[in-house]
């Protein structure tokens, strides 16, 4: 069973910065799309970034530029960079996998950040 546990949520003044990371197990990881997802209160879950497992990467356009995602194969670990956060980017981020030759995608129990003076 496919297993993602997120980690490095928190708080931070705007124009700060954090890294998420997002610990994969139960999937082969080199043949496994990963991403992470955001989902601020009422409003509908939203990509910020995702990288296949040709190290293709795609941002979302509220975030390019400032946010960068990152893999680890030897942890089984996706990372999510994230520079010059804005009170906007507050939100639950949640980590999605998505592998190869299964139709069925999984998700992360969510980590909070909250961007706030």
């Known amino acids: 069973q496919v297993q993602l546990v997120e980690s490095g949520g928190g708080l931070v003044q705007p124009g700060g910065s954090l890294r998420l990371s997002c610990a994969a197990s139960?999937?082969?990881?080199?043949?496994?799309?990963m991403g992470w997802f955001r989902q601020a209160p009422g409003k509908q879950r939203e990509l910020v970034a995702s990288?296949?497992?040709?190290?293709?990467?795609n941002y979302g356009d509220r975030v390019r530029g400032r946010v960068s995602i990152s893999r680890d194969k030897s942890a089984n670990t996706v990372y999510l960079q994230m520079n010059g956060l804005k009170p906007e980017d507050t939100a639950v981020y949640y980590c999605?996998?998505?592998?190869?030759?299964?139709?069925?995608?999984?998700w992360g129990q969510g980590i909070q950040v909250t961007v706030s003076a």
């Open positions: 139960g999937t082969n990881f080199e043949a496994t799309d």
């Open positions: 999605n996998a998505a592998p190869r030759g299964s139709l069925q995608t999984y």
């Open positions: 990288s296949t497992i040709s190290d293709r990467k």
